[in-house]
């Protein structure tokens, strides 16, 4: 049996650009999933979602891995749970995080000797199967952790301060933001790919202040990248309300994390602003997670032998 756990991600800059090409830097966190495979004579999964053999509606990043990893190594069946804290179609990575953890707990389980660059490409060949579209960066961030940029993969030096996510618990599909986004850019080419330009730019100053550890400027970057996704129409006033209400009780920067339209925004703060940000969140109808940016990517967090 094998316990593998991978970590959900926000987005410090760069959602929507990136899809165009354009950098972004985007942060491991410590919220995580953990995946436990166990050798066994059929197929289960078993997830908050219900218990199921493999099934491609219910559990398709998990069944995907699976049929997946079998062109790599033969196994009869496999037995598969999975826990986690990230809240699920959030803008978090979930989706990233169960399939790299349940490619790295049968990477250990049947000896396949796959790297870390192995693990995340597999895991975005998977996340393409199943939604069709999507960027590297979410299976990169979860498999590598650390704060990284994209697209050169670079890895930046760890936010130290606090970070304080803002769940609005209103779900949204990336697939139609990421939608409207692109028609929006079809009327309005002339505006939109400047846009997208200038979000663009961020993660280049932004990177400089992460080196110097200056937070208060990060967070004034994070505003703008908060406007310009207002622009592009991907904000919900549930996301900007809670927004700022953080900015109002002493965030260093609030903004959207991921596509928008639903989902969570998150807070950077100097650690002793982290009660006051968490209270803000809760009073505008949102849920608060604490957390922090981590370097612990994919992780066999043990491992017995005969099972
Ligand atoms: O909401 P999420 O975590 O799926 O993030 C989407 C980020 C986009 O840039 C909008 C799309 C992408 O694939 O990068």
Redesign the pocket.
Known sequence: MVICSAPGKI?LFG??A??YGKDAICCAIDLRTWVTATKSSGTTILSSLGVTGLDFDIHPYISTVVEEMRKLVSFTGIAIKVDSNIPVGS???SSAAVTVATIGALNSLFECNLTHNDIAKLGHKVEMKVQNN??L??TYVSTHGGVIKMSNCKKLPLIECGVVIGNTNKLSS?KE??NDVSMLRLEYPQLIDQIINIIGELPNIGEKHLEKKNYGAIGELMNINHGLLDSLGVNVKELSNLVYATRSAGAYGSKTT??GGG?CMFSLTSKDHVDNISKAIIANGGDSLITNTTNCGVNVESKYENC
């Open positions: 987005y959602e929507h990136v899809v803008g978090l990575g999507a960027s960066t979410d990336t933001i990421v991921g596509a989902g």
